[in-house]
């Protein structure tokens, strides 16, 4: 999917916001040809410490948000699919109620996933055991 698109602006505007972004960074953020786009070297340097700046911005506002003692950021959850069931649509409708400013991030997943490594705050599992007379 194109930026433009991505944006929902034109490719002229697209092309005009990015012309403006290199002439004040005084440097080509694209190699243009008459096939392709590419980002040039600079671009994807400027892409990561953007985008590393931007996490710390969101970093900041949560722990002022947290100072308030108004929950709000992104909790992300991983659930068994089977747990995907009006019921749960109800009590995340109650809690975004409640919590208006917290943007839940449910990832419905059969298998056992690493909190830490794949950035979970919370992952919920539950297995089931037949019951066998002994």
Not at 93 to 111: H, N, W
Not at 112 to 119: A, S, T
Request: aromatic content about 6%; hydrophobic content about 40%; glycine content about 6%.
């Amino acid at each position: 999917m194109g930026a433009a698109e991505r944006l929902s602006l034109s490719t002229a505007m697209t092309s005009k916001h990015l012309m403006h972004l290199e002439k004040h960074l005084g440097t080509r953020l694209l190699n243009r040809s008459s096939r392709s786009l590419e980002p040039h070297r600079v671009c994807k340097l400027f892409f990561e410490r953007c985008k590393g700046i931007l996490e710390e911005m969101e970093e900041a506002e949560s722990a002022v948000g947290s100072v308030s003692g108004v929950p709000r950021g992104t909790l992300r959850v991983s659930l068994p699919s089977w747990t995907a069931t009006r019921r749960l649509v109800e009590l995340v409708a109650t809690y975004r109620q409640r919590y208006p400013e917290v943007v839940l991030d449910l990832s419905f997943e059969d298998r056992v996933v690493d909190i830490i490594e794949e950035g979970y705050d919370l992952a919920i599992r539950a297995t089931l055991t037949s019951l066998r007379p002994g």
